[in-house]
């Protein structure tokens, strides 16, 4: 590995994101950007053009700043308890460093950090991520195939890994609920002069007020639209998911045209952009 001065850790970084062509990773456990022009101009340019960008960020109560203002900036991210190592990464070379994404680090900071210079540092880099971190590399390659398993196993094994516990499916005839040990989601198509995927979830009351005032601080999902329900008569208060393309597809059980990646990564999303949401409101509560 390559050493990087303190003075250029920052601009590597942002040179990092600036050669991505398919993903960037940023693995940092506390996050303060809002006012780093610099950085948030190249995160934009990034995502002009269509570049996966996720953010990995310290699951504790104390971390609730990171949470808001990632949700406040639009990126994409989960948590990992006790979460303390700082990695960027995109498709062809890795960062190790000890500076956090902070605009104070960039400022006040003496840090140091390491650049791979061959494949063996990287993959080794990209193998510490996947088996603790959780993080799955190839997701455009793996939308642009043919699922090699039924979908629905990608499905739950996904989501299981993602959220660090057991989750659930029950079929039934319209199609399957999910049970993530804290939560249930109903998965439909709903056939009506267009054909549309429909993801449910269940909101408390305090969690339904919050949202319903503040939808902001939703992680965004481009794949749905998103509508709040307040429930009446003995129903729950529920988020609701529609998917923003029409699916050739009229039933979840015999799935055309290959749209099991669009469909798979819409509950995906929509379940964890959910989970995070009451994370975030179970600490901000204490």
Not at 13 to 40: A, G, N, Q, R
Not at 95 to 103: A, E, G
Not at 139 to 159: A, H, P, Y
Not at 166 to 180: M, Y
Request: aromatic share 10%.
């Amino acid at each position: 590995m390559k050493l990087i001065k303190p003075s250029e850790i920052s601009s590597k970084i942002m040179t990092l994101l600036e050669e991505s062509d398919e993903f960037v990773l940023l693995v940092s456990p506390y996050v303060k950007i809002s006012k780093w022009y610099k950085l948030l101009k190249k995160l934009e340019a990034a995502k002009q053009r269509n570049i996966d960008i996720e953010l990995i960020i310290r699951d504790d109560q104390t971390n609730h700043n990171s949470f808001k203002e990632l949700n406040d900036l639009g990126l994409k991210y989960s948590s990992i308890k006790d979460l303390h190592c700082k990695l960027y990464l995109n498709e062809k070379y890795a960062i190790v460093s000890s500076m956090n994404l902070l605009l104070s680090s960039e400022i006040n900071s003496i840090e140091i950090g390491y650049q791979t210079e061959n494949e063996k540092e990287y993959n080794e880099l990209k193998e510490f991520c996947t088996r603790h971190l959780f993080y799955e590399f190839n997701k455009t390659k793996t939308s642009e195939s043919k699922f090699n398993v039924d979908w629905r196993d990608f499905l739950i094994q996904t989501l299981s890994e993602k959220l660090q516990r057991d989750v659930r499916i029950q079929h039934n005839d319209e199609g399957f609920q999910l049970n993530t040990g804290t939560n249930n989601y109903s998965v439909f198509i709903y056939n009506s002069k267009q054909n549309k995927l429909r993801i449910s979830g269940i909101l408390s009351g305090k969690e339904f007020q919050e949202l319903n005032t503040n939808p902001s601080i939703l992680i965004p999902i481009e794949e749905l639209n998103i509508e709040f329900q307040q429930g009446s008569n003995g129903y729950y208060d529920t988020i609701w998911g529609t998917s923003v393309n029409t699916l050739k597809s009229q039933n979840l059980h015999e799935i055309l045209g290959g749209e099991e990646s669009e469909i798979a990564n819409a509950i995906i999303n929509f379940v964890l952009s959910v989970d995070s949401f009451k994370k975030l409101y179970r600490v901000s509560c204490k």
